[in-house]
C-alpha cells in the first residue's frame, strides 16, 4: 500500500499511468462498453463506477492543456437529454483540474478512437453513456 492513492487503483492501473506519455489516452468505460474487444490495454476494475475511478485518475494524470477538449464522452445523439453522469464528470474535472472543455464523440466514432488508446479501463458503471476518454498533459 502506498499514502495518499487511492486503494482502488490497482498495481496495474498505476503502471500504465506510469508508462503513458504526453497526448496519449485512456477510456473509462462504462458497464457495457466493449472494453475487452477495443482495448489494446485492458485494465478491469469492474466493482467501481466511472466517476470514483475518474477522479482517482485525475489526482494523478493531468489533463493535456494543448488541445481544446481533453475530455470526451460518448455522444448519446440527443442534446435535449444529456446523461446525469456528464454533470458528475464536468463537477469530477474542475475539481482535480479546473475549467475544461469537453468534447462530444458520435458512439463508432468513439468505438475507433477508443481502439487506438493506450489502455481502456473495463467499469462496473451502470448509467448509459458514461464512457469517457482523457488526454494526457505533462507535469511541470
Known sequence: ?????SPILSPELLKILMEMGHGD???IGDGNFPAASVA???????GH??????DAVLRLMPLDTYVDAPVALMDNGDS?????????????VKKNEGEKAFELVE???????AKKAY????TGETAIYANVILKKGVVV
Do not use: C, H, S, T
Not at 489494446?40 to 469492474?46: F, I, K, M, P, T
Open 25 to 27: 489516452e485512456i477510456v
Open 1 to 5: 500500500m502506498l499514502k495518499n492513492i
Open 49 to 54: 463506477g466511472v466517476p470514483e475511478i475518474l
Open 119 to 122: 489502455a481502456v479501463i473495463a
Open 40 to 46: 489494446q490495454r485492458l485494465v478491469r476494475l469492474d
Open 107 to 113: 458512439r463508432f466514432a468513439f468505438y475507433d478512437r
Open 80 to 92: 435535449a437529454n444529456r446523461p446525469e453522469i456528464w454533470a458528475v464528470y464536468e463537477d469530477v
